[in-house]
């Protein structure tokens, strides 16, 4: 079994940054693919990044992409999504994820096993 932690959300204006840390449990966390999925209200969890278990290569959704960067500190068993030039549409709530099957790297729900709590994200325009 793999806990995750999600921190670091927050209220921020638009334009500026808000950096997420995801601490999860357990001795396996570099064999994960993690992930960072977000849902607001009323709509569908969607993908927003990941980062694989070996090379460490990372995905974006296009939206994301240029503003946000996922990174992994296997040490420290912590993923981190730093969000810059937020945007009120960005507003969500924000979850970690783990994919344990280290097959490639999936932008599905379906895929990943374990989750965390999430942490809320609202930019005020």
């Known amino acids: 079994q793999v806990q995750l932690v999600e921190s670091g959300g927050g209220l921020v204006q638009a334009g500026g940054s808000l950096r997420l840390s995801c601490a999860a449990s357990?001795?396996?966390?570099?064999?994960?693919?993690m992930a960072w999925f977000r849902q607001a209200p009323g709509k569908e969890r969607e993908f927003v990044a990941a980062i694989n278990w070996g090379a460490g290569s990372t995905y974006y959704s296009d939206s994301m992409k240029g503003r946000f960067t996922i990174s992994r500190d296997n040490a420290k068993n912590t993923v981190y999504l730093q969000m810059n030039s937020l945007k009120p549409e960005d507003t969500a709530v924000y979850y970690c994820s783990a994919d344990a099957s280290r097959l490639r790297v999936s932008r599905t729900v379906q895929r990943y096993d374990y989750w965390g709590q999430g942490t809320q994200v609202t930019v005020d325009s």
């Open positions: 357990g001795r396996t966390f570099s064999s994960y693919t």
